[in-house]
């Protein structure tokens, strides 16, 4: 059944069936990772819960596009262990609701645009490894409860079984029907199998109770001084950003695969917001979780209704469906998860490796790395970045070059061609001969710009050198914004800049 669906200025047709079975398919694979990365953070199961009810309710509503579903990811929760262990839960609530601040001052001065910064090979780069780290964390699944033994003989044998199980009906369901999402069928099957026939294997209930009750509101019990600020506002900030690349991350990519756009300066507020209330609610905070959205999008869900429906079903687990809930095969996620790994690589990324210059390899590949060895994603995409800025700015720099030519009147002309930065001065500076120059010269930018103040300062200093021997510059074709860079560094650097009004130049 399709109908519309109206939320605040958000109006989509929704297939209701589809986007309940698929919110009820994430909350069943959001409920083990948020409660295996409280307990790794050293905080209690509900902590973790109340995360993912917290952020999945605000930010289905309120978030920058339909059909990302957010919780308390690991991404997140990784950089608060360590003012866990130093300092405690409650600087930990005051760190996560001023991470939420932080995040809507990005929103509010519409900062999310810099996400556009990340070249493509870092967008391989990032989902290869976190592709990676979805199905290194599944291996966790095959210890045994509560130590770091791993299950052998039997116990073994089952749980590879049902996991194959469940990736066997993952695969043949879509094939036969899309009215369901084929990851809620295969919990369904191996779950009626397990109960059915007694299997004894590893459940939901072997890694923590989920039973609770409504999150509490709790005012963070910390000094209200700078020196708490001290503490708490370093961890803010890197949570804070390492959120936003996720989520920012998450958003193009669900935009690349729906074919439509999100909003990211609306997903920065909502995700701030949501993290302000978690420090508020008892809830270790979180953001947007790239495998749980996969999910979401391959059970069909294009809509908010389907986030809604995930965070209402955790709370009436937390509330009322522990007991059931915990009889869940970890088996039948770790297989779902396993797909979504699958899904989640750029297997594109091999047939055109060829074809990619090998710097865009390079990185691609270092981004991987980082992000399945650290868990870093922010940290990996920055990386990768700032180098692809410096292969740019080094190519960039090779580019520029000089036509010279000596005119009927004997004025020698320099045709600039390529862009003028901090990276190509030194080359543009050999382009002149100064001492053999005749003693007028032309120097035409109609096929370059001046780009920055290393740039201005090499323009200065050459028309320096030209005025200590009574040798005259006329500077041709200076695009506006150039001239405007000129006039603004006139009080730092002594460049006279002045208008020809037949050739329209800048004359020294």
Same mark, same amino acid.
């Given at each position: 059944?399709?109908?519309?669906?109206?939320?605040?200025?958000?109006?989509?047709?929704?297939?209701?069936?589809?986007?309940?079975?698929?919110?009820?398919?994430?909350?069943?694979?959001?409920?083990?990772?948020?409660?295996?990365?409280?307990?790794?953070?050293?905080?209690?199961?509900?902590?973790?819960?109340?995360?993912?009810?917290?952020?999945?309710?605000?930010?289905?509503?309120?978030?920058?596009?339909?059909?990302?579903?957010?919780?308390?990811?690991?991404?997140?929760?990784?950089?608060?262990?360590?003012?866990?262990?130093?300092?405690?839960?409650?600087?930990?609530?005051?760190?996560?609701?001023?991470?939420?601040?932080?995040?809507?001052?990005?929103?509010?001065?519409?900062?999310?645009?810099?996400?556009?910064?990340v070249p493509q090979p870092v967008m391989f780069g990032f989902v290869n490894g976190l592709a990676v780290i979805i199905f290194m964390s599944q291996l966790n699944?095959?210890?045994?409860?509560?130590?770091?033994?791993?299950?052998?003989?039997?116990?073994?044998?089952?749980?590879?079984?049902?996991?194959?199980?469940?990736?066997?009906?993952?695969?043949?369901?879509?094939?036969?029907?899309?009215?369901?999402?084929?990851?809620?069928?295969?919990?369904?099957?191996?779950?009626?199998?397990?109960?059915?026939?007694?299997?004894?294997?590893?459940?939901?209930?072997?890694?923590?109770?989920?039973?609770?009750?409504?999150?509490?509101?709790?005012?963070?019990?910390?000094?209200?001084?700078?020196?708490?600020?001290?503490?708490?506002?370093?961890?803010?900030?890197?949570?804070?950003?390492?959120?936003?690349?996720?989520?920012?991350?998450?958003?193009?990519?669900?935009?690349?695969?729906?074919?439509?756009?999100?909003?990211?300066?609306?997903?920065?507020?909502?995700?701030?917001?949501?993290?302000?209330?978690?420090?508020?609610?008892?809830?270790?905070?979180?953001?947007?979780?790239?495998?749980?959205?996969?999910?979401?999008?391959?059970?069909?869900?294009?809509?908010?209704?389907?986030?809604?429906?995930?965070?209402?079903? &955790?709370?009436?687990?937390?509330?009322?469906?522990?007991? #059931?809930?915990?009889? !869940?095969?970890? $088996?039948? =996620? %770790? /297989? +779902?998860?396993?797909?979504?790994?699958?899904?989640?690589?750029?297997?594109?990324?091999?047939?055109?490796?060829?074809?990619?210059?090998?710097?865009?390899?390079? &990185?691609?590949?270092?981004?991987?790395?980082?992000?399945? #060895?650290?868990?870093? !994603?922010?940290? $990996?995409? =920055? %990386? /990768? +970045?700032?180098?692809?800025?410096?292969?740019?700015?080094?190519?960039?720099?090779?580019?520029?070059?000089?036509?010279?030519?000596?005119?009927?009147?004997?004025?020698?002309?320099?045709?600039?061609?390529?862009?003028?930065?901090?990276?190509?001065?030194?080359?543009? $500076?050999?382009?002149?001969? +100064?001492?053999?120059?005749?003693?007028?010269?032309?120097?035409?930018?109609?096929?370059?710009?001046?780009?920055?103040?290393?740039?201005?300062?090499?323009?200065?200093?050459?028309?320096?050198?030209?005025?200590?021997?009574?040798?005259?510059?006329?500077?041709?074709?200076?695009?506006?914004?150039?001239?405007?860079?000129l006039l603004n560094a006139d009080k730092v650097i002594e460049v006279n800049v002045m208008e020809d009004p037949i050739y329209n130049v800048a004359v020294e």
């Amino acid at each position: 059944m399709i109908k519309y669906f109206d939320l605040f200025d958000f109006k989509q047709k929704v297939n209701y069936k589809t986007e309940l079975l698929a919110g009820f398919t994430v909350a069943m694979t959001m409920i083990p990772e948020s409660l295996s990365f409280a307990i790794l953070a050293g905080f209690s199961p509900l902590t973790g819960l109340y995360a993912a009810f917290i952020m999945g309710l605000v930010t289905a509503i309120f978030g920058g596009r339909p059909g990302m579903v957010s919780g308390g990811a690991g991404a997140t929760v990784v950089v608060l262990i360590a003012l866990m262990k130093s300092n405690g839960l409650e600087y930990v609530l005051a760190a996560v609701a001023l991470a939420g601040v932080i995040q809507i001052i990005v929103g509010v001065f519409k900062w999310a645009k810099f996400i556009r910064l990340v070249p493509q090979p870092v967008m391989f780069g990032f989902v290869n490894g976190l592709a990676v780290i979805i199905f290194m964390s599944q291996l966790n699944q095959f210890k045994l409860p509560g130590t770091e033994n791993w299950l052998s003989g039997s116990p073994l044998f089952i749980m590879l079984g049902l996991v194959a199980l469940t990736i066997a009906i993952v695969i043949i369901v879509p094939k036969i029907t899309k009215a369901i999402p084929a990851s809620l069928v295969a919990i369904i099957i191996v779950f009626a199998l397990v109960a059915g026939f007694g299997i004894h294997t590893k459940t939901v209930s072997d890694i923590a109770s989920v039973a609770g009750g409504l999150p509490p509101f709790h005012l963070p019990r910390i000094p209200v001084t700078f020196e708490t600020l001290k503490i708490i506002f370093p961890y803010a900030l890197i949570m804070a950003s390492v959120g936003l690349t996720e989520g920012l991350l998450t958003l193009n990519l669900v935009d690349e695969m729906t074919g439509t756009r999100g909003n990211g300066n609306r997903e920065c507020i909502a995700q701030g917001s949501a993290n302000i209330l978690n420090g508020f609610f008892s809830g270790m905070g979180g953001c947007p979780m790239i495998a749980q959205t996969l999910v979401n999008l391959s059970a069909g869900s294009r809509a908010r209704l389907s986030g809604i429906v995930a965070a209402a079903a &955790i709370l009436m687990i937390i509330l009322f469906g522990a007991p #059931l809930i915990g009889r !869940l095969p970890m $088996a039948a =996620l %770790v /297989g +779902v998860m396993v797909m979504v790994a699958i899904g989640t690589f750029e297997w594109a990324s091999f047939r055109i490796i060829n074809k990619m210059p090998k710097h865009d390899i390079f &990185i691609g590949i270092l981004v991987a790395v980082i992000t399945v #060895l650290l868990h870093n !994603l922010a940290l $990996a995409v =920055l %990386v /990768g +970045v700032v180098i692809s800025a410096l292969v740019f700015a080094w190519e960039s720099a090779r580019r520029i070059r000089a036509k010279k030519y000596l005119d009927d009147q004997g004025v020698k002309h320099y045709e600039i061609f390529g862009p003028l930065f901090f990276g190509s001065v030194t080359a543009f $500076a050999e382009k002149f001969d +100064v001492q053999n120059d005749p003693l007028e010269v032309v120097i035409d930018f109609k096929e370059s710009r001046i780009s920055d103040m290393s740039a201005i300062d090499a323009l200065n200093k050459i028309t320096g050198h030209y005025a200590d021997l009574n040798k005259t510059v006329r500077i041709k074709h200076l695009s506006a914004d150039c001239r405007r860079l000129l006039l603004n560094a006139d009080k730092v650097i002594e460049v006279n800049v002045m208008e020809d009004p037949i050739y329209n130049v800048a004359v020294e």
